[in-house]
């Protein structure tokens, strides 16, 4: 591969760990090639960030102000910046801009598509895209005959490269293109400040519990390992919690140290956001959930009596030293 792109959206003024996550990809995959990276709204020292994690060039916008994702203008800027670099490749985290964006430029671009990929591979020269399909229950490998390839790639599936600050690279201002859209407010969620995504520990919250007030006691034991607190989709579309603590197909990918799942059933869906956790704990009151399946340690039990019982027995445990 002579040259790939890859789209960088800031968080917090900082790029996120998917993105460097995709820039150590793309490097493996591009060899001695060029990697690219759009990352509209960075300073010069997000640029020298990106540079050090594998970024050959780094194209910015010059203010900080475009950071925010536009459908309109971004999917128009990368349009005109893949015109001019002509990458064979352009990846994208899988979240909700990503998904958003990547087939509207496939589309601009006369290329293909394939969106939440969990591997991308070269083999014998060409590219293959793995993806979930059928809910989950299988996956599917996909290249393409048309170029570019346009893909998202969930969180935590590669590891990003050490930070190298004696590499070079060169930092180019480009023109965002304007938007059709104007924007009249941006409401950010409220919850933890610990993103799903970079968390370590998640405890999350299915079905099983029965309600809103079943999170209020998931709080606490998350507080204590010092993790946040996560959800299957039932609970978040019967409206028990955020849509932004969905873990699974549709929402989340995670890949934390101890996953502590409370209630789920631990269908396809839900694994396929979770599935990749070093360690899963499952409790539930059905042993033949699912869930247990791919948990390395389970309990039966009415998690509203195990979750305070296992709270209060971490924190009785002498401080790690």
């Known amino acids: 591969m002579n040259m790939m792109l890859v789209i960088v959206e800031l968080v917090n003024g900082k790029p996120p760990l998917v993105c460097l996550e995709l820039l150590a990809l793309a490097r ?27 970024a050959d060039s780094v194209y910015v916008s010059g203010s ?19 015109r001019d670099l002509k990458p064979a490749v352009i990846l994208a985290a899988h979240n909700s801009s990503g998904a958003d964006l990547a087939p509207r430029l496939a589309f601009r671009l006369g290329g293909g598509c394939a969106t939440g990929c969990v591997a991308v591979e070269d083999r014998d020269g060409a590219l293959h895209f793995t993806r979930p399909c059928y809910g989950g229950n299988a996956r599917e490998s996909v290249r393409f005959k048309t170029s570019p390839a346009v893909a998202t790639v969930r969180a935590g599936i590669y590891d990003a490269l050490p930070a190298d600050a004696a590499r070079h690279g060169e930092v180019t201002v480009v023109e965002l293109l304007p938007s059709r859209v104007r924007v009249i407010e941006r409401r950010r969620d409220t919850g933890s400040a610990q993103r799903l995504e970079d968390a370590k520990v998640i405890v999350a ?32 579309d019967l409206g028990w919690c955020s849509h932004t603590m969905q873990i699974g197909l549709t929402g989340k990918t995670v890949t934390p140290e101890l996953y502590i799942a409370v209630g789920i059933s631990g269908a396809s869906h839900h694994l396929a956001g979770c599935g990749n956790a070093r360690t899963i704990v499952a409790i539930n009151t059905d042993p033949e959930a699912a869930i247990f399946r791919d948990a390395r340690f389970g309990v039966i039990g009415d998690y509203a009596k195990v979750v305070p019982a296992l709270t209060a027995a971490i924190r009785a445990l002498p401080p790690f030293t």
């Open 28 to 54: 493996t995959l591009c060899g001695s090639g060029t990697v690219a990276a759009m990352a509209l709204g960075a300073d010069a020292a997000i640029a020298q960030t990106l540079i050090a994690c594998g």
């Open 64 to 82: 900080a102000g475009t950071a925010e994702y536009d459908s309109d203008s971004w999917s128009a800027s990368a349009e005109r910046l893949a």
């Open 205 to 236: 919250g299915g079905r099983g519990l029965n309600g809103p007030q079943g999170f209020e006691v998931l709080e606490p034991l998350a507080a204590t390992l010092g993790g946040v607190v996560g959800a299957s989709r039932v609970p978040c």
